[in-house]
C-alpha cells in the first residue's frame, strides 16, 4: 500500500472538466470525448471461479436452468457479459470453500477431465469465443519435491496447459501462489519454461497479494521485471478510493485487480460500481476481477452470498439475480478487451462519482461511458460531447438503482440521449446509480422470471454410488478437503468372499497431505439441505487400517481459528469411529467448544471391516447406532438444523457407502 494514499491520488488523477455556473444554478459538467485521447489498454472485467468449490452446486443443475445461469453469467449482450474467467488451478485441499480436484495427484499421472472447471470454462467460451482464461493456484500436491516453489510444480502447470489444449482452450494469463508471497526467480524460471513448451503467449501475472510491494521489487529486480507480464493486486480499493504506487505506474506493465469485489450478491452492488471505476480514475488498474462469479456453495461455508448471482439450490433449479450482476453489466456489455481509455473524458463528477469513457480502436471508434453516483447526495447534470471521427447520434442509457430490492429498477434502458445544438449528450445522474452512455448495443435477459422457486430437499435422499462412472464427484457431495470420488468398492480383508467387494462406493483419494492454502485439519465432504430439521442419516463406513471416520448430521456453520491448531471446522453433531472400535458422540458448539455427549467402544475393532453408522434426531433428542445397535440416546438443543457429512481425522483412502437421509416416517 502506498503509505500517502493522497500523495499516490495525485499521481494519476486525470483531467475532470468542470461545471460551470449561470448564477445560481450549476450547468451541467461538460465531458468531450477526443477520438484521439489517450489512456491506458483496457483489459476487461471477469470473475473467479475458485477460491474452493465456489461453482460446486452449479455444475448439479438441471436444464434449462443451469444453461441460464451460464448465459447471465458469460453471454455477451445478455447479463453480467464476463470478458475473463480466472479458474483455480487445483489440488485436492481447501482454499476458503471448499477443495477442487487436482490433474495430477501423482508425478506420473494426468487426468485432464477431474473437477467441473474444464467443463465451465467451456461453456463459457461456447458464449463468448473472445473470453480471456486466467489460471492460478492457491493449494498444492503434497508430491512435490521442494514445496510450492519448485520445478515440481512449474512441471505441474506446464501439464495443466497441456491439459486446457486438450480441451481446445487457450489460457491467456497464469499466476503463481494465491495471497502467499512469491519467490521471484521461480518466476523467471516459469517464464522460462512457458517459452520451452509453447506458451510463449500465455502472459504471467505476479503475484496475486495484497499490496504494491511486489510492484518495487520488479522494479528493483530487473529479471523479476523481464519474467513478469501483468502487476495482479487483490482488493486495492477501500470503500472511496483505490491504492497504487509511483512503482507500479513505473512499470510499463497492465495493473490488475486480480481479485477484488467480494460483494454480495443483493447488496454488493453501491461498492461494486465505486470500486470499478474508481480502480482506473485513482490508480490505473485496467482489469477487474470479482471473486467470485456465483454464489454456487452450500451455506453452510464461509463468505455467503459473495458473488453476481446465487445458484446453490440445484435440487430445486431455483436462482436468483441482484444488481451486483448488472453493475457488471453496466461497462461489460458495453466494452471490449483492447479498447482504450480516454483519460480527459474520465475523472471525478462534481457532485460526488466518477465517471470513466473507452473507445474503441479503428477508423470509426464507438464509446461508452460510465458513470457512478455512489458518493453523490443529489441529482446532478453531465453532458458528454463526442469529437473527432466519433460517432455524432444518439446514444443509448442504461441505468441501475444501486440500493434497489426490485427488479424493475436493475439495468434499466433508457430513452435513447440525442445530442443537443452544440453535440452535446445532456442527463441528469441521480444519486445511488450507475449510468452507461453507449454507442454499442446491449440487453438484458428474462429468462429468470422463469426460475422455479426456492424448496427444501425432498427427503428421503439416497445415493448407493452404483450408477456413476469411476472417479466421479457424486451428485450434491461438496468437498471441503480432500477428495471424495466414486471408487470400486473394496471387501473388508477378513470378509467373506464377495462380501462388499462388488459395486462402486465412495473413496477418500488423497493420501499425502497437500500444501495447504487455509486450515482445514482433514478430509471432509458436505451434502444436503442446511434446512432439514428431525432426519436419521446413516453409512457404511470402511476405515483403511488406521484413523477415525466420522459421519456429520445437523451442520449449519462453518467456524474459523478453532482449538489449539486454529483449523477451520463445521458447527454440527459428529459420530466418531475410530480403527481400535473407540465411538464417540460429540457436538462443536458456536463458542468453538467440543463437548462429548457420550462414548464407548464396539465389540469389534473399526478400522478394516464395514460398519454402519446412524444419526437420528427427533427435536432435542439424538440417537447414534452403529451395525443396528443403539450407542446412545441424549438430549441436545445446540441445533435443530442443518445438512450431512462425512470425514476423516487423516488423509486415508477409507470408503463410506449406502449414504441415507430419511424422515422419522421412512427410518
Same mark, same amino acid.
Given at each position: ?22 448564477? =445560481? ?23 473467479i471461479s475458485g477460491g474452493g468449490g465456489t461453482s460446486r452446486l452449479l455444475v448439479d443443475y438441471p436444464e434449462p436452468q443451469r444453461s441460464r445461469i451460464l448465459d447471465y453469467l458469460f453471454k455477451p449482450g445478455y447479463g453480467a457479459s464476463l470478458q475473463i474467467l480466472k479458474v483455480e488451478i487445483g489440488a485436492d485441499t ?18 485432464? =477431465? ?30 512435490? /519435491? ?8 512449474? =512441471? ?51 503475484? /496475486?497479494?495484497a499490496g504494491w510491494q511486489v510492484a518495487t521489487d520488479m522494479k528493483n529486480d530487473p529479471a523479476f521485471d523481464a519474467a513478469t507480464d501483468v502487476v495482479g493486486i487483490h482488493y486495492p480499493c477501500s470503500a472511496v478510493h483505490c491504492s497504487s504506487s509511483p512503482d507500479a505506474l513505473s512499470l510499463d506493465k497492465p495493473l ?51 458473488? !453476481? ?46 465517471? @470513466? ?80 452512455l453507449t454507442t454499442m448495443p446491449g440487453g438484458k435477459g428474462d429468462a429468470v422470471a422463469n426460475a422455479p422457486r426456492t424448496r427444501e430437499m425432498a427427503l428421503p435422499y439416497r445415493d448407493h454410488f452404483d450408477a456413476y462412472r469411476t472417479a466421479a464427484t457424486p451428485r450434491y457431495l461438496s468437498d471441503m478437503e480432500g ?53 436419521? @442419516?446413516?453409512?457404511?463406513? !470402511? ?47 458456536? /463458542? ?9 467402544? !464396539? ?54 457407502? /449406502? ?9
Amino acid at each position: 500500500m502506498c503509505a500517502l494514499l493522497m500523495s499516490c491520488l495525485a499521481l494519476v488523477a486525470p483531467s475532470t472538466a468542470h461545471a460551470g455556473t449561470t448564477g =445560481d444554478t450549476p450547468s451541467a459538467q461538460q465531458i468531450t470525448v477526443d477520438a484521439d485521447g489517450t489512456g491506458r489498454v483496457f483489459d476487461g472485467i471477469g470473475a473467479i471461479s475458485g477460491g474452493g468449490g465456489t461453482s460446486r452446486l452449479l455444475v448439479d443443475y438441471p436444464e434449462p436452468q443451469r444453461s441460464r445461469i451460464l448465459d447471465y453469467l458469460f453471454k455477451p449482450g445478455y447479463g453480467a457479459s464476463l470478458q475473463i474467467l480466472k479458474v483455480e488451478i487445483g489440488a485436492d485441499t481447501n482454499s476458503s470453500n471448499g477443495a477442487e480436484p487436482s490433474h495430477m495427484r501423482t508425478p506420473t499421472h494426468v487426468d485432464c =477431465d477431474r473437477g467441473y472447471e474444464w467443463w465451465l470454462m467451456e461453456q463459457a467460451h461456447r458464449r463468448n469465443p473472445n473470453i480471456r482464461f486466467y489460471g492460478l493456484e492457491w493449494g498444492a500436491p503434497g508430491w512435490f /519435491d521442494g514445496g510450492f516453489w519448485s520445478q515440481d510444480n512449474i =512441471d505441474y502447470l506446464m501439464r495443466w496447459l497441456g491439459c486446457a489444449q486438450q480441451h481446445d482452450l487457450h489460457i491467456d494469463y497464469l499466476g503463481g501462489w494465491n495471497e502467499k508471497g512469491w519467490d521471484a526467480a521461480w518466476y523467471g524460471k516459469l517464464k522460462d519454461a512457458l517459452v520451452r513448451d509453447g506458451h510463449g503467449d500465455v502472459k504471467v501475472v505476479a503475484a /496475486d497479494n495484497a499490496g504494491w510491494q511486489v510492484a518495487t521489487d520488479m522494479k528493483n529486480d530487473p529479471a523479476f521485471d523481464a519474467a513478469t507480464d501483468v502487476v495482479g493486486i487483490h482488493y486495492p480499493c477501500s470503500a472511496v478510493h483505490c491504492s497504487s504506487s509511483p512503482d507500479a505506474l513505473s512499470l510499463d506493465k497492465p495493473l490488475f485487480a486480480s481479485e477484488s469485489g467480494w460483494n454480495n450478491y443483493l447488496t454488493g452492488a453501491t461498492r461494486l460500481a465505486a470500486e470499478m471505476n474508481h480502480e482506473y480514475v485513482d490508480s490505473r488498474i485496467t482489469a477487474f476481477i470479482n471473486w467470485p462469479a456465483a454464489y454456487a456453495w452450500y451455506p453452510t461455508v464461509q463468505m455467503q452470498g459473495s458473488g !453476481l448471482l446465487r445458484a446453490n439450490e440445484p435440487w430445486s433449479a431455483h436462482y436468483e439475480l441482484g444488481p451486483t450482476l448488472w453493475t457488471i453489466a453496466q461497462t461489460a456489455q458495453f466494452t471490449r478487451p483492447g479498447w482504450s481509455y480516454v483519460d480527459s473524458a474520465s475523472g471525478y463528477l462534481d457532485g460526488g462519482g466518477t465517471y @470513466v469513457t473507452l473507445r474503441s480502436p479503428g477508423p470509426r471508434p464507438a464509446y461508452t461511458t460510465v458513470f457512478e453516483t455512489t458518493g453523490a447526495t443529489a441529482p446532478q447534470k453531465v453532458a458528454v460531447t463526442p469529437t473527432g471521427t466519433l460517432p455524432r447520434g444518439a446514444l443509448h442509457r442504461w441505468t441501475t438503482t444501486l440500493e434497489s430490492t426490485d427488479p424493475a429498477d436493475w439495468f434499466v434502458r433508457g430513452a435513447d440521449v440525442a445530442p443537443d445544438a452544440t453535440g452535446g449528450h445532456g442527463v441528469t445522474l441521480p444519486p445511488g446509480t450507475v449510468t452507461t452512455l453507449t454507442t454499442m448495443p446491449g440487453g438484458k435477459g428474462d429468462a429468470v422470471a422463469n426460475a422455479p422457486r426456492t424448496r427444501e430437499m425432498a427427503l428421503p435422499y439416497r445415493d448407493h454410488f452404483d450408477a456413476y462412472r469411476t472417479a466421479a464427484t457424486p451428485r450434491y457431495l461438496s468437498d471441503m478437503e480432500g477428495a471424495f470420488q466414486v471408487a470400486p468398492c473394496a471387501p473388508a480383508p477378513q470378509a467373506a468372499a464377495g462380501s462388499r467387494g462388488t459395486g462402486r462406493c465412495l473413496r477418500q483419494t488423497i493420501t499425502t497431505q497437500p500444501t495447504k492454502w487455509s486450515r482445514v485439519a482433514a478430509p471432509l465432504t458436505l451434502s444436503g439441505d442446511s434446512r432439514w430439521t428431525d432426519y436419521t @442419516v446413516s453409512a457404511k463406513v !470402511l476405515i483403511d487400517r488406521t484413523g477415525t471416520a466420522s459421519l456429520l448430521g445437523r451442520v449449519v456453520n462453518q467456524l474459523n481459528n478453532v482449538g489449539t491448531g486454529r483449523v477451520n471446522a463445521w458447527e454440527g453433531y459428529y459420530l466418531k469411529l475410530s480403527d481400535s472400535g473407540d465411538w464417540s458422540l460429540e457436538v462443536l458448539a458456536p /463458542d468453538k467448544t467440543t463437548r462429548v455427549l457420550a462414548n464407548g467402544s !464396539l465389540p469389534s475393532a473399526g478400522a478394516d471391516t464395514w460398519h454402519r453408522l446412524s444419526l437420528g434426531f427427533s427435536g432435542e433428542t439424538i440417537t447414534a447406532r452403529a451395525d443396528g445397535t443403539d450407542l446412545a440416546q441424549v438430549s441436545d438443543p445446540t441445533y435443530d438444523h442443518g445438512q450431512v457429512g462425512l470425514g476423516l481425522d487423516s488423509y486415508t483412502a477409507s470408503q463410506f457407502d /449406502d449414504l441415507e437421509v430419511l424422515t422419522p416416517h421412512h427410518a
